[in-house]
């Protein structure tokens, strides 16, 4: 057990529709990360926060958005969902934002669009 | 070309022999992790490493700044072993601090008992 949660562990919806995963990171990390792991594209970062604030980002679509709340929780919303969208959706979190930091992955959110 | 490249991308071992999976990348990084992915999809960080060599148990991770390579080997290796090994290089997204890792495509490990 890694100690960074997710929340649903899976969730199938619609096209078109919009949906929100939350993570929970570890006790004491202030970084929460966000990656996406498809069939064909496997694992990308999507985006990092830190503290609250946004960090990092990579590959995120403008129909994505994410925010880090004052409790350290975060959540990422996906929005106007396309086939394309169903995908593993893991969050990790560290201590710090430097890159070399240890991430501790959570047990993901398997998101499958029909 | 891939930033992060690795090899092979399936492997299949009897238990006790010794596997080395390696991992090339060619953008500068501060990092490079290895992580491990369960068939049921949970992934575990192995190690990060920025220069010489860890283990762990019989895991070892080593890796060459210079010529940009980090290799993972299993000793004695184990049926529980099998699971899929990405290498990922934490490399500066832009002038400043913040970094992002990019992630190699996996190596499928099978060990047979």
């Known amino acids: 057990d890694s100690g960074v949660t997710q929340t649903p562990k899976h969730l199938i919806t619609a096209t078109g529709q919009r949906v929100t995963l939350r993570c929970s990171p570890r006790?004491?990390?202030?970084?929460v990360y966000w990656y996406q792991q498809s069939l064909d594209q496997g694992l990308q970062f999507l985006i990092q926060?830190?503290?609250?604030?946004?960090?990092a980002k990579g590959n995120i679509l403008e129909r994505f958005s994410a925010q880090q709340f004052p409790d350290l929780h975060s959540e990422l919303n996906l929005s106007s969902l396309e086939l394309g969208d169903s995908a593993l959706y893991f969050c990790?979190?560290?201590?710090?934002?430097?890159?070399?930091?240890?991430?501790?992955f959570g047990p993901g959110t398997r998101l499958t669009v029909l | 070309k891939n930033e992060v490249e690795q090899s092979p991308q399936n492997l299949t071992a009897q238990e006790g022999e010794f596997i080395t999976i390696n991992c090339s990348y060619s953008?500068?990084?501060?990092?490079l992790h290895w992580l491990q992915q369960h068939p049921g999809g949970g992934i575990v960080s192995l190690f990060m490493?920025?220069?010489g060599k860890k283990k762990h148990g019989r895991l070892i991770a080593t890796i060459n700044i210079q010529e940009k390579h980090s290799s993972l080997h299993i000793t004695a290796s184990h049926p529980r072993d099998s699971a899929v090994y990405i290498c990922?290089?934490?490399?500066?997204?832009?002038?400043?601090?913040?970094?992002?890792?990019?992630f190699g495509s996996g190596t499928q490990l099978t060990v047979l008992p």
């Open positions: 990790a979190s560290s201590v710090g934002f430097s890159g070399r930091d240890e991430q501790f």
């Open positions: 006790s004491g990390d202030l970084s």
């Open positions: 926060y830190y503290n609250g604030e946004e960090r």
């Open positions: 953008v500068g990084i501060s990092a």
């Open positions: 490493l920025s220069s």
């Open positions: 990922a290089a934490s490399r500066p997204i832009s002038s400043g601090s913040a970094r992002q890792l990019t």
